[in-house]
């Protein structure tokens, strides 16, 4: 199997694709005082992560990763790039303690599937996260939106310079449809459709996808399209 590398997406956005069970992307994103890594990859691909981030960066620690949430196959590599690279990481406030423990996906009502993200310890655990992200924030040219509903301190980050959101899980597109994310990891399904509206409100034009090909041009209108067509159901 070829070595997955990192794609420009947008002039400050690149992205690695990891062929784990369900594709995964981890984010690189450009700016003038260094590089933000966003998020941290599935398990089994932790060397090829922190071997490809350097690749693109030629040579350059990157200086944070924003974990959009905790999930096994989003945050894998967490503790190899704080160990090994000594950089800050970041993560919803409400997030970090199923990043650390003592908190535990599966001690939240939902699906019984839900338990299955358990099989792993915290990808964090013992360690720590220097910045608690919260709504309304901006870190590295990103801005912060709380998108509770999939993982219960999940974030989006919007790159308005080059009209670009990251949404972490909120939306999936595996076989190029715009849908929701995997129903069994997603706790609440009613609140992550109601993170779905907020986001699709904002300016924007690329929808970014951690599961599926980044939607260009068109994100923000397919996103809205998929909003309004559940509203037109519930009449």
């Given at each position: 199997?070829?070595t997955?590398?990192?794609t420009?997406?947008?002039p400050h956005i690149?992205?690695?694709d990891?062929p784990f069970?369900?594709?995964?992307?981890v984010?690189?994103?450009?700016a003038?005082e260094g590089?933000?890594?966003v998020d941290?990859?599935?398990?089994g691909?932790?060397?090829a992560?922190?071997k490809?981030?350097?690749?693109?960066t030629?040579?350059e620690?990157?200086?944070r990763?924003?974990l959009?949430?905790g999930h096994?196959?989003?945050?894998?590599?967490?503790?190899?790039?704080?160990?090994?690279?000594?950089?800050l990481?970041?993560a919803?406030?409400?997030?970090i303690?199923?990043?650390?423990g003592?908190a535990h996906?599966?001690?939240i009502p939902?699906h019984?599937?839900?338990?299955?993200?358990q099989?792993?310890?915290?990808?964090?655990?013992?360690?720590?996260v220097?910045?608690?992200?919260?709504?309304?924030?901006?870190?590295?040219g990103?801005?912060?939106?709380?998108?509770?509903?999939?993982?219960?301190g999940m974030?989006?980050?919007l790159h308005?310079?080059?009209r670009?959101?990251?949404?972490?899980d909120?939306f999936?597109?595996?076989?190029?449809?715009l849908?929701?994310?995997l129903?069994?990891?997603?706790?609440?399904?009613a609140?992550?459709?109601q993170s779905?509206?907020?986001?699709a409100?904002?300016?924007?034009?690329?929808?970014?996808?951690?599961?599926?090909?980044?939607?260009?041009?068109?994100?923000?209108a397919?996103a809205q399209?998929?909003?309004a067509?559940?509203?037109k159901?519930k009449?």
């Open positions: 199997m070829p997955p590398t990192f420009q997406i947008t690149f992205k690695l990891l069970r369900v594709p995964v992307g984010w690189l994103v450009r003038d590089w933000t890594v941290a990859g599935a398990p691909f932790e060397d992560t922190l490809q981030i350097l690749a693109q030629g040579g620690i990157p200086k990763l924003i959009t949430h096994l196959d989003h945050a894998a590599a967490a503790q190899r790039m704080r160990d090994e690279w000594k950089l990481i970041a919803g406030r409400a997030e303690p199923y990043l650390l003592p996906y599966n001690s939902g019984l599937s839900y338990r299955l993200l099989l792993s310890p915290p990808p964090l655990i013992g360690r720590n220097q910045l608690p992200l919260d709504e309304g924030m901006v870190l590295d990103l801005d912060v939106f709380e998108v509770p509903g999939h993982a219960p974030v989006a980050l308005r310079e080059d670009a959101l990251i949404c972490g909120t999936a597109a595996t076989g190029g449809k849908g929701d994310p129903s069994i990891f997603t706790y609440d399904l609140l992550n459709r779905q509206a907020r986001l409100a904002l300016d924007f034009d690329h929808l970014l996808v951690s599961h599926g090909p980044p939607i260009l041009n068109e994100g923000r397919r399209a998929l909003v067509s559940r509203a159901k009449k």
